[in-house]
């Protein structure tokens, strides 16, 4: 079955550490991932994504994430959280269709706070 | 450059009552499209997406359904409102097979 899983309900980390929100998946044939992030009533928005090539990704805000083939594993990490990067964190995978178009399959959130 | 509107914001509704929410976007064509739910502020329900004018599929049985009447126009309704169908109501949208999707605003339904 295709699937997403983040591990984490929530990561908590102090303003200027590096933060990390773990995401694995379970797809067939070659994974399309990306992450979403949500702020409180409002829709998600695209922060980065990974299709080929290099595994290490790097997308909007300072955000970047690592694609593990072996792990089947796609982490989020920033070098150095902000207060403002508290929210909630969404990890999603592009699976196949019964009508053999594609559809994004989410990861349950992960809820990020960065302390000051 | 493209958009999606979705609307109403907030809605509340008392139960049995019918229901029809909008998602339209803009600049794209033959956008495939999505309708998903979020419980309590967290994972997000696939309830329907589309490939095309009037395909729709539905991901899990429930007390909705969705039309598609035009390409870039998507609907989600209902005849009657049940407690249970609030929630945070997201529309999306996606072209091509690698590419992320965009989401519009959302609508928070609450049936009392």
């Known amino acids: 079955a295709q699937s997403v899983a983040q591990p984490e309900d929530q990561v908590n980390v102090a303003e200027g550490n590096p933060l990390t929100v773990k995401c694995t998946y379970s797809?067939?044939?070659?994974?399309?991932l990306f992450w979403y992030v949500q702020y409180p009533n409002r829709g998600l928005q695209f922060l980065l994504k990974?299709?080929?090539?290099?595994?290490l990704v790097k997308g909007s805000y300072g955000f970047e994430a690592e694609f593990n083939k072996s792990q089947t594993s796609f982490h989020l990490k920033k070098p150095s959280a902000l207060v403002s990067d508290s929210a909630l964190y969404f990890c999603?995978?592009?699976?196949?269709?019964?009508?053999?178009?594609?559809?994004?399959?989410f990861g349950a959130g992960t809820r990020l706070f960065v302390k000051a | 450059s493209q958009t999606i509107h979705q609307w109403p914001a907030t809605l509340v509704q008392p139960v049995g009552s019918p229901l029809s929410l909008e998602c339209t976007v803009e600049g794209t064509s033959n956008p495939n499209l999505y309708w998903y739910r979020q419980a309590a502020g967290r994972g997000l329900q696939l309830l329907f997406y589309?490939?095309?004018?009037?395909?729709i599929s539905s991901e899990v049985p429930q007390n909705l359904s969705a039309s598609r009447p035009q390409d870039r126009q998507f609907i989600l309704s209902s005849k009657k409102l049940l407690l249970s169908d609030s929630g945070f109501y997201l529309c999306?949208?996606?072209?091509?097979?690698?590419?992320?999707?965009?989401f519009g605003q959302g609508t928070r339904l609450t049936v009392v």
């Open positions: 589309s490939i095309g004018i009037d395909q």
């Open positions: 999603a995978v592009r699976a196949n269709s019964n009508t053999g178009g594609f559809k994004t399959i």
């Open positions: 797809v067939s044939g070659n994974p399309y």
């Open positions: 990974y299709i080929t090539g290099d595994n």
């Open positions: 999306a949208w996606r072209v091509g097979q690698g590419t992320e999707a965009f």
